[in-house]
């Protein structure tokens, strides 16, 4: 969780972005800034897919906003998600992208934000039901970078046995403030993905706060061996 566009635009002007694939929530970046944020993004070698987000009506005011960013010799391609109405769920807390590297056949990437203050709720509930859809949809291996808003014991079990998930998380807290710190920015992995998991590791050098940047590091079988939350 970046908690703003401002604060991965200087990391990526700083050259402290390694990662080969990057997975982005709550960028605040409305629509018409994230073309923008693309071209930023392809300065420092990375092509980009910006998911805006949320107006929230107040002046300037947005919510969430999820992002990919892949570098350049790495193929990728948006995520169809279809919702139980036929609509296209892809919004400004939730999307996926079919990454073409780490894996034989690649592998879904999802990038999701959940509600803040809302623990298992209802709202978050769906957004796992969500996630779900498009884990069971693609059918391949996967990972799920998440601001989740639980710990890895509040995730909910049968979530993660009906998506044959396990956590691959750091063991540091990823959210600290000067009242309180939480482990709630982690991964979840599966369909075979979670095997190649080498390391979890928080990487302080990125200047996102008040989260840590999180990194997964992946014994690859093809390029690309770092996802980054």
Same mark, same amino acid.
């Given at each position: 969780?970046?908690?703003?566009?401002?604060?991965?635009?200087?990391?990526?002007?700083?050259?402290?972005?390694?990662?080969?694939?990057?997975?982005?929530?709550? $960028? /605040?970046?409305? !629509?018409?800034?994230?073309?923008? =944020?693309?071209?930023?993004? %392809?300065?420092?070698?990375?092509? &980009?897919? #910006?998911?805006?987000?949320?107006?929230?009506?107040?002046?300037?005011?947005?919510?969430?906003?999820?992002?990919?960013?892949?570098?350049?010799?790495?193929?990728?391609?948006?995520?169809?998600?279809?919702?139980?109405?036929?609509?296209?769920?892809? $919004? /400004?807390?939730? !999307?996926?992208?079919?990454?073409? =590297?780490?894996?034989?056949? %690649?592998?879904?990437?999802?990038? &999701?934000? #959940?509600?803040?203050?809302?623990?298992?709720?209802?709202?978050?509930?769906?957004?796992?039901?969500?996630?779900?859809?498009?884990?069971?949809?693609?059918?391949?291996?996967?990972?799920?970078?998440?601001?989740?808003?639980?710990?890895?014991?509040?995730? /909910?079990?049968?979530?993660?046995?009906?998506?044959?998930?396990?956590?691959?998380?750091?063991?540091?807290?990823?959210?600290?403030?000067?009242?309180?710190?939480?482990?709630?920015?982690?991964?979840?992995?599966?369909?075979?993905?979670?095997?190649?998991?080498?390391?979890?590791?928080?990487?302080?050098?990125?200047?996102?706060?008040?989260?840590?940047?999180?990194?997964?590091?992946?014994?690859?079988?093809?390029?690309?061996?770092?996802?980054?939350?």
């Amino acid at each position: 969780n970046v908690t703003s566009w401002g604060s991965l635009r200087t990391a990526l002007e700083q050259d402290l972005v390694k990662a080969d694939v990057v997975l982005v929530q709550e $960028h /605040h970046l409305a !629509a018409h800034a994230c073309a923008a =944020a693309v071209k930023a993004a %392809g300065r420092a070698g990375y092509l &980009a897919d #910006f998911v805006p987000a949320w107006p929230t009506g107040n002046k300037d005011g947005t919510s969430g906003g999820v992002a990919i960013l892949v570098k350049r010799y790495i193929g990728f391609r948006a995520a169809e998600q279809q919702g139980p109405d036929g609509q296209a769920p892809r $919004h /400004h807390r939730l !999307a996926a992208w079919h990454v073409s =590297a780490g894996i034989k056949g %690649g592998f879904l990437a999802c990038s &999701a934000y #959940f509600h803040t203050g809302e623990g298992v709720g209802e709202r978050n509930q769906n957004l796992l039901f969500q996630v779900g859809r498009l884990v069971h949809t693609a059918a391949k291996p996967y990972i799920v970078a998440a601001d989740w808003q639980v710990s890895p014991e509040e995730l /909910h079990p049968s979530w993660l046995r009906s998506v044959k998930g396990a956590v691959c998380r750091s063991g540091r807290p990823t959210c600290i403030s000067w009242a309180h710190s939480s482990e709630i920015d982690y991964f979840v992995a599966g369909r075979g993905m979670e095997l190649l998991i080498s390391d979890v590791a928080v990487d302080d050098k990125i200047p996102v706060r008040p989260h840590r940047a999180v990194q997964l590091s992946v014994r690859a079988v093809m390029p690309a061996d770092q996802v980054k939350a």
